[in-house]
């Protein structure tokens, strides 16, 4: 059973929308929500989210949590074929209280097409 | 560059060959991380590693073998693999592992992968 659900998997946009990815997770101790952006390399850290309603912004993009719906977005404004990516979702928390150290669990991820 | 170097970026090998892929860290981290990425899949943690220390391994086939011998090096070690192998393998690092550890110890810092295909 997956604990963090991406959506949509896929997605394919033209310049200038606004695009918004969804995260879902269920686990236990919960401790914060990371994005990532890879593109045709290393995927690159974007947002660290530890508490609700409170945006993280940069540049065009920005990300909200919503911890009694155990969510997160990710919006995009003015999207460019630079944002061409595919974008992860991962989940901190600690499978055992206590226990010592927090595991990482990851989505599926959202592939975003950005064309002319 | 992300500060995390991994080498081969491409390897194409047999089921019989012995192979090994080279991560290095230039980022001062001490935990060290193997994933794997296949089309459609979540990354899949292999190993990890916390100052030199195995820490995880995630029921990973004895046919991979890793090896940290310092803090900024971590080896994967490829042996009679298999065709469903093939795959994207990640290496990456982060500050530390345990959970005394402030907010932000844990965000990984990744690689740029070796792309492994096994035929």
């Known amino acids: 059973e997956d604990k963090v659900v991406q959506s949509p998997l896929s997605l394919v946009v033209h310049e200038g929308d606004t695009v918004t990815l969804n995260c879902s997770y269920e686990v236990t101790n919960f401790r914060s929500l990371l994005w990532y952006k890879q593109e045709k390399k290393a995927p690159t850290f974007l947002f660290m989210l530890t508490s609700s309603g409170i945006e993280k912004k940069s540049g065009r993009l920005s990300s909200i949590l919503d911890k009694k719906e155990l969510s997160s977005i990710l919006n995009i404004t003015a999207t460019q074929t630079g944002d061409s990516a595919i974008y992860l979702c991962?989940?901190?928390?600690?499978?055992?209280?206590?226990?010592?150290?927090?595991?990482?669990?990851f989505g599926k991820g959202t592939k975003l097409s950005v064309i002319p | 560059e992300t500060g995390v170097t991994q080498t081969p970026r491409h390897l194409v090998m047999g089921m019989t060959n012995k192979k090994s892929l080279k991560c290095e860290q230039h980022?001062?981290?001490?935990?060290m991380y193997w994933y794997k990425q296949s089309a459609k899949k979540p990354l899949e943690l292999m190993f990890v590693y916390n100052f030199k220390e195995q820490t995880e391994n995630n029921s990973v086939p004895s046919r991979f073998s890793p090896e940290c011998p310092n803090s900024s090096h971590l080896f994967l070690h490829l042996h009679t693999l298999q065709p469903e192998d093939s795959a994207l393998y990640l290496c990456?690092?982060?500050?530390?592992?345990?959970?005394?550890?402030?907010?932000?110890?844990?965000?990984?810092?990744f690689g740029a992968g070796s792309r492994l295909t096994v035929l």
């Open positions: 990456a690092s982060s500050q530390d592992r345990r959970t005394v550890i402030s907010l932000g110890a844990n965000v990984l810092t």
């Open positions: 980022l001062g981290h001490n935990a």
């Open positions: 991962a989940v901190e928390w600690e499978a055992d209280s206590g226990a010592g150290s927090y595991q990482l669990t």
